[in-house]
């Protein structure tokens, strides 16, 4: 028997109300984070990652969204069970995240020592000049020049991949269990954002966080995560480990994904794949895969029952009906 | 920031200069003159009136004696009033109208961000829909109806308070204070569940709860300065129009205050204490305006002068 995972999500379901429809952005979603692991969710844009994230930390805005379904378990205790008070002493302290703006997500009208030291001052019980050491520490750590002298600016006097900076420093200030970080690097330049991905690796490799990483950018995780999780219309479609995924996706969904991402040996000016057709409308139940309309693979039997979720092999998982298929026959 | 100051403190004065030169000339194109009353007056009393108080003097003349006495912040005798100064009158008035205008838009500060936040805090509550239809009455009820309303129930229904007199600073001043307020009460409490809201759906309160505050330090240390802020601007242009309110809320309750005053100037053509009340109360508006956007960079990081 394996260590019991550090975070075990069992079939989720997060839906949003909304007027007469009822949104389904997470339906039934499973899904494990072991210890010292970096797990990358990827998925276009809509498929329900950044709501899967919301609902790990509490935080999915009620109403109109509300969990009707599954187990968030964290280190043996089930999150959706517990209290406010319980739920508030993990978020920032044993699990914390990393948004994907960080040019709104920290307050403007607060100092950067102000939104540094209350994390710490709150879990760790750190005295003001503690905390104030710390946070200074904690900035230094993911590169701030003159973290001294920067501590009581504005978030508004860094620039983006700054603000990323602080914002990774913030997060990580209570040594959590568990880092999620929601498209850390979507809204950075490419130069800073292989910078902050390099930041994130070496920080996770001398603290052993568990990372989820979530991006809709298959080339971002490639190079960070052990696993993949593929999310298509909130719901998980394929998980691999990296290498494996990339080598052999055993799922049409995944395949459309990898053959998007651009190729730098490429001809430059190639034409880039681009899967057909749009995400489907959440809120309406289709009677069998969701992918089917835009599947190039997809038969009759797609487009009247829902596929299942074919387990591979002990780190693998596929939901399609011809899953093992594709799986041995590339 | 300084040199902000006095820029905007320089600009005071040419704007100054046109709201006075205006009210002047709007003095002089209204018919009838502070000696005019019913029974018509013998000729050589209007001319030697005319000559006391150098109305034969060409306009210039006149106009520039105005200007002067506004620069010299010295606004003469009072026509009507005989041998009062003016500087006195507004000495005696400004007390009344400044704790009338302060303590109504203290009230509606106090009560509309109360009514503003809590309403954002609970929105689509019983509580929310009930503060929003008062604040929206608040906003179409008139002062000069709501003032006698409020006299009506509570002082000559009810007999809970003076109606209407002056007798120094104290329980008379609840009725005028509340007439006078209300409105301001609305469109505050309309500000602070609007700026709420938008505030309490934003990326950096969503963070403030990812780090596991509870939800007092999340309203009250992050929420709140940005929240409020339309609540500072509106400031401004409120003390304009508190103004504007305390005129007839001044006139309706009989107080000694600067709009009770400058009503019976300006029905007298009292000349001197139109313009000193003018001429007063514009550059109070213009410096107050010039604090609040002091105040505002103050609370918002970002606004540099
Ligand atoms: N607050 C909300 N109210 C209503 N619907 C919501 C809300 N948040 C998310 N949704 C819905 O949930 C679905 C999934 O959204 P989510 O943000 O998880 O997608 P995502 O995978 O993170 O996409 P992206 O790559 O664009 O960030 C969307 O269809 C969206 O309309
Ligand atoms: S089940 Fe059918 S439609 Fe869905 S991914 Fe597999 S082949 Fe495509
Ligand atoms: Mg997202």
């Given at each position: 028997m394996a260590e019991a995972p550090l975070l075990s999500v069992e079939d989720l379901a997060t839906w949003?109300?909304?007027?007469?429809?009822?949104?389904?952005?997470?339906?039934?979603?499973?899904?494990?984070?072991?210890?010292?692991?970096?797990?990358?969710?990827?998925?276009?844009?809509?498929?329900?990652?950044?709501?899967?994230?919301?609902?790990?930390?509490?935080?999915?805005?009620?109403?109109?969204?509300?969990?009707?379904?599954?187990?968030?378990?964290?280190?043996?205790?089930?999150?959706?069970?517990?209290?406010?008070?319980?739920?508030?002493?993990?978020?920032?302290?044993?699990?914390?995240?990393?948004?994907?703006?960080?040019?709104?997500?920290?307050?403007p009208f607060l100092r950067i020592s102000t939104q540094m030291t209350e994390v710490t001052r709150l879990h760790l019980g750190h005295s003001r000049a503690d905390a104030r050491a710390h946070a200074i520490r904690m900035l230094e750590t993911v590169g701030i020049p003159d973290a001294e002298g920067r501590?009581?600016?504005?978030?508004?006097?860094?620039?983006?991949?700054?603000?990323?900076?602080?914002?990774?420093?913030?997060?990580?200030?209570?040594?959590?269990?568990?880092?999620?970080?929601?498209?850390?690097?979507?809204?950075?330049?490419?130069?800073?954002?292989?910078?902050i991905l390099e930041l994130v690796s070496q920080l996770k490799a001398d603290t052993g966080t568990s990372v989820v990483l979530i991006t809709h950018d298959l080339g971002v995780v490639a190079g960070m995560a052990d696993r993949i999780l593929v999310m298509y219309a909130g719901r998980l479609f394929e998980s691999a480990?990296?290498?494996?995924?990339?080598?052999?996706?055993?799922?049409?969904?995944?395949?459309?994904?990898?053959?998007?991402?651009?190729?730098?040996?490429?001809?430059?000016?190639?034409?880039?794949?681009?899967?057909?057709?749009?995400?489907?409308?959440?809120?309406?139940?289709t009677a069998g895969c969701a992918f089917a309309p835009r599947c190039e693979r997809a038969e009759a039997v797609c487009r009247s029952t829902p596929p299942p979720l074919v387990r591979l092999t002990a780190e693998r998982e596929s939901r399609c009906h011809f899953a093992s298929e594709l799986f041995q026959a590339p | 920031?300084?040199?902000?100051?006095?820029?905007?403190?320089?600009?005071?004065?040419?704007?100054?200069?046109?709201?006075?030169?205006?009210?002047?000339?709007?003095?002089?194109?209204?018919?009838?003159?502070?000696?005019?009353?019913?029974?018509?007056?013998?000729?050589?009393?209007?001319?030697?009136?005319?000559?006391?108080?150098?109305?034969?003097?060409?306009?210039?003349v006149q106009y520039g004696r105005m200007l002067g006495s506004v620069a010299a912040?010295?606004?003469?005798?009072?026509?009507?009033?005989?041998?009062?100064?003016?500087?006195?009158?507004?000495?005696?008035?400004?007390?009344?109208?400044a704790l009338l205008g302060a303590l109504s838009y203290l009230l509606a500060l106090v009560v509309g961000v109360a009514a503003g936040v809590l309403a954002a805090l609970r929105q689509n509550s019983r509580l929310d829909y009930a503060s929003m239809t008062a604040a929206m009455v608040g906003i179409s009820l008139p002062n000069f109806v709501l003032g006698p309303v409020l006299v009506l129930?509570?002082?000559?229904?009810?007999?809970?308070?003076?109606?209407?007199?002056?007798?120094?600073?104290?329980?008379?001043?609840?009725?005028?204070?509340?007439?006078?307020?209300?409105?301001?009460m609305a469109y505050v409490a309309r500000l602070a569940r609007s700026g709420m809201l938008e505030v309490l759906r934003s990326n950096y309160i969503r963070t403030a709860r990812a780090k596991g505050l509870?939800?007092?330090?999340?309203?009250?240390?992050?929420?709140?300065?940005?929240?409020?802020?339309?609540?500072?601007?509106?400031?401004?242009?409120?003390?304009?129009?508190?103004?504007t309110g305390a005129v007839v809320v001044e006139r309706i309750f009989a107080l000694p205050g600067l709009g009770n005053y400058f009503i019976n100037a300006n029905l007298n053509r009292d000349e001197p204490l139109i313009i000193g009340i003018v001429a007063f109360t514009s550059i109070a508006v213009l410096v107050f305006n010039l604090l609040v956007d002091v105040a505002y960079a103050f609370v918002d990081p970002r606004v540099r002068y």
């Open positions: 949003f109300d909304e007027d007469e429809r009822v949104v389904r952005a997470v339906d039934g979603l499973s899904f494990e984070v072991r210890r010292g692991e970096t797990v990358g969710i990827v998925g276009e844009s809509g498929s329900g990652k950044s709501v899967t994230s919301l609902s790990v930390m509490g935080l999915v805005p009620r109403p109109p969204g509300r969990i009707v379904a599954g187990r968030v378990v964290f280190d043996g205790q089930d999150l959706l069970q517990l209290g406010d008070d319980a739920m508030r002493r993990i978020r920032g302290r044993r699990i914390a995240m990393v948004f994907q703006d960080p040019m709104t997500a920290l307050n501590i009581d600016d504005y978030p508004h006097q860094f620039s983006g991949g700054m603000r990323q900076r602080v914002m990774i420093s913030m997060a990580l200030s209570c040594r959590p269990e568990l880092l999620i970080a929601d498209e850390p690097t979507t809204a950075l330049d490419v130069t800073i954002q292989a910078q480990p990296t290498r494996e995924l990339f080598a052999r996706p055993a799922n049409p969904y995944t395949r459309g994904l990898l053959l998007s991402v651009p190729n730098p040996l490429q001809a430059k000016g190639a034409e880039l794949y681009q899967i057909p057709g749009l995400p489907p409308d959440l809120a309406e139940t | 920031m300084l040199r902000f100051i006095l820029r905007r403190l320089f600009v005071t004065v040419p704007m100054v200069l046109v709201v006075v030169s205006l009210t002047w000339g709007l003095i002089r194109l209204a018919p009838g003159n502070f000696y005019t009353g019913e029974k018509p007056i013998p000729p050589a009393i209007e001319q030697n009136l005319r000559q006391r108080y150098g109305l034969d003097r060409p306009w210039y912040g010295d606004f003469g005798i009072s026509l009507h009033y005989i041998g009062q100064p003016v500087n006195g009158i507004l000495a005696s008035a400004l007390p009344v109208s129930v509570f002082a000559l229904s009810w007999y809970w308070l003076p109606p209407a007199r002056w007798n120094g600073f104290g329980i008379n001043l609840i009725l005028p204070v509340v007439t006078l307020s209300a409105v301001y509870p939800e007092r330090t999340v309203l009250l240390r992050h929420a709140v300065r940005g929240g409020l802020l339309p609540v500072v601007s509106f400031s401004g242009p409120a003390l304009a129009f508190l103004i």
